[in-house]
């Protein structure tokens, strides 16, 4: 069991920056995925970026080069920071586990934060 808390959310202006952070519970947390979702109003959710365990990095091609994924695995945090928003990064951001990256890929199976709103203001 891992529980996610998220933090780091809020109203930015676009062209400017956010940094979102992770805290899990549990003694394993090296042994798990993590990723950053997103979901806007009318639409699915997706993956923004995942990191495993070892600090192999994925991203959505619609935020490389301006989103960064990072973990501590000694203070159990994993971080995003979100670099040159858009409007269209305009989403609740939302935290989750997987067991590995191809579950963290799929999304599905997996441990879920509560979300934290971000708005890019034009």
């Known amino acids: 069991q891992v529980q996610l808390v998220e933090s780091g959310g809020g109203l930015v202006q676009a062209g400017g920056s956010l940094r979102l952070s992770c805290a899990a519970s549990g003694r394993t947390f090296i042994s798990y995925a993590m990723g950053w979702f997103r979901q806007a109003p009318g639409k699915e959710r997706e993956l923004v970026a995942g990191?495993?365990?070892?600090?192999?990095?994925n991203y959505a091609d619609s935020v490389k080069g301006r989103f960064t994924i990072s973990r501590d695995n000694a203070k159990n945090t994993v971080a995003l920071q979100m670099n040159s928003l858009k409007p269209e990064d305009t989403a609740v951001y939302y935290c989750?586990?997987?067991?590995?990256?191809?579950?963290?890929?799929?999304?599905?199976?997996?441990?879920w934060g509560q979300g934290t709103q971000v708005t890019v203001s034009s």
């Open positions: 989750a586990a997987g067991v590995n990256i191809l579950t963290l890929n799929r999304g599905r199976n997996l441990y």
């Open positions: 990191i495993t365990g070892g600090g192999s990095t």
